[in-house]
């Protein structure tokens, strides 16, 4: 069984920050990749960033040069550090990761979302 608990959200002003992390757990877990998503009221769910256990990392062009991801893989963590917020930045946030081994047992890509953390960007 996997679990992800997320952690960081809450209300900030324009031009704010705020850090979002997403901590996954399991027996003997392994994950390929890690990331979050975002789904704002009345709009699609969209990937914000994605980073792999070595580092690669993947960012959204709304966010690029604002936002960034990382990775500790010894603790199964990605963080979401998040500057220079816009109220269009409010959404829920969910964190998104590809288990590949469990227990170890290898489970193909299977994919586990969080229960979601909401950021609000409101002056």
């Known amino acids: 069984q996997v679990q992800l608990v997320e952690s960081g959200g809450g209300l900030v002003q324009p031009g704010g920050s705020l850090r979002l992390t997403c901590a996954a757990s399991?027996?003997?877990?392994?994950?390929?990749?890690m990331g979050w998503y975002r789904q704002a009221p009345g709009k699609e769910h969209v990937l914000v960033a994605s980073?792999?256990?070595?580092?690669?990392?993947n960012i959204a062009d709304s966010v690029n040069g604002r936002f960034t991801i990382s990775i500790d893989s010894a603790k199964n963590t990605v963080y979401l550090q998040m500057n220079s917020l816009k109220l269009e930045d409010t959404a829920v946030y969910y964190c998104n990761v590809h288990v590949t081994s469990v227990n170890g047992f290898h489970v193909g890509s299977l994919e586990v979302w969080g229960q979601g953390t909401l950021v609000t960007v409101s002056s």
């Open positions: 980073i792999t256990r070595g580092g690669s990392t």
């Open positions: 399991g027996r003997s877990l392994v994950l390929s990749d």
